[in-house]
């Protein structure tokens, strides 16, 4: 998810609560997360054709400021955990974890 430097668990989490429902912003879309979703999807096609099983039970689902991954429970998906977390931190995005609640900031350089 892209969100600003102040971002902390709870307000992950009220983010992706919102990115969920049905009253979901529109605007812009967030470069760091197009870009995100644009080398995880090459890495890890979720649509056919693709050479290698997918780690994903179903597509990505990508609005303006985040993606949302739905993997599957195989080795296959241990890979694309690597990536997403590379990825998001080269991007400088949040990851939230809902079955955990944890939130994975990125780190961020003090001015």
């Known amino acids: ?30 470069e760091r997360v197009v870009a995100f979703y644009e080398e995880l999807r090459a890495r890890f096609p979720d649509r056919p054709p693709r050479d290698e099983p997918s780690p994903w039970m179903s597509m990505l689902e990508a609005g303006i400021d985040h993606v949302i991954m739905h993997r599957s429970l195989t ?27 944890d939130a994975y900031l990125p780190d961020r350089a003090e001015d």
């Open 1 to 30: 998810m892209a969100m600003d430097a102040s971002a902390d668990a709870e307000a992950v989490k009220a983010m992706y609560e919102r990115c969920t429902s049905r009253n979901h912003d529109e605007g812009e879309l967030d």
């Open 75 to 101: 080795p296959y998906s241990t890979p694309a955990i690597t990536a997403i977390q590379e990825l998001a931190a080269a991007h400088g995005l949040v990851i939230w974890d809902p079955q955990s609640d």
